[in-house]
């Protein structure tokens, strides 16, 4: 099944499946960001990273490969006056030709042969001391029944970081951690965070 067919599904049976408060990890590096004034959103689904930063000042774009997901975003973003630009794409896809303040991603499920190229990307297109900030699934979250998926090849190591992003400065974390995200994330669960800046 295609990323863009499982993700739809989900987010078709739910208002909002991560609920509408952004990613808690995302939202409190706010003030370390407060100087930029571009970000983009990768795997953003249904949007409320996006809608946060937005609200907050910053030029937001998100992709995503449900048009679903995105759906609901761009319903938001008119709701709240916003200007949100959404982008319906894989992103094994992305061609990566604007450079951009700061990347954020919340559980991004790529696959482990996927990351090599994504990471490429995402480290060229960030402008000069511009910032990529996510938090992802460790390995270990396969023993907690707090969400994501069931399967090794879509959770991440810190060595998945730490190996790449070579001309970053890094700070990387593995955690543990309670979630209250929509009814897609609740409990505990075992993350890895990183914020890491392009030098
Ligand atoms: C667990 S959801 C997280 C959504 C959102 N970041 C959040 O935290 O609410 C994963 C999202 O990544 C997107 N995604 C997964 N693989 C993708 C790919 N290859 N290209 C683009 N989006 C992808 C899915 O469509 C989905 O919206």
């Known amino acids: 099944m295609s990323q863009q067919m499982f993700w739809n599904n989900k987010f078709s049976k739910v208002d909002y499946f991560y609920g509408t408060k952004p990613n808690e990890f995302l939202a409190s590096k706010l003030d370390l960001i407060k100087d930029k004034k571009t970000l983009l959103c990768l795997g953003e689904g249904e949007g409320r990273n996006a809608i946060f930063f937005a609200q907050n000042g910053l030029e937001v774009s998100a992709i995503d490969a449900s048009d679903v997901g995105l759906a609901k975003l761009d319903l938001k973003s008119k709701e709240e006056n916003l200007d949100i630009k959404t982008i319906f794409m894989d992103l094994n896809h992305w061609e990566a030709k604007e450079k951009y303040d700061v990347i954020v991603a919340s559980y991004l499920h790529m696959f482990e042969n ?42 991440y190591s810190l060595e998945d970081f730490s190996k790449r992003f070579t001309n970053c400065k890094k700070n990387l974390s593995e955690e543990i951690v309670t979630l209250d995200e929509g009814i897609g994330h609740q409990g505990e669960a075992c993350v890895i965070r990183v914020v890491i800046q392009k030098v």
């Open 114 to 155: 996927e990351r090599e190229e994504l990471f490429k990307k995402i480290e060229n297109s960030l402008n000069k001391d511009g910032y990529f900030i996510g938090e992802f699934f460790s390995k270990k979250q396969l023993s907690y029944e707090s969400g994501g998926p069931k399967d090794l090849d879509l959770l």
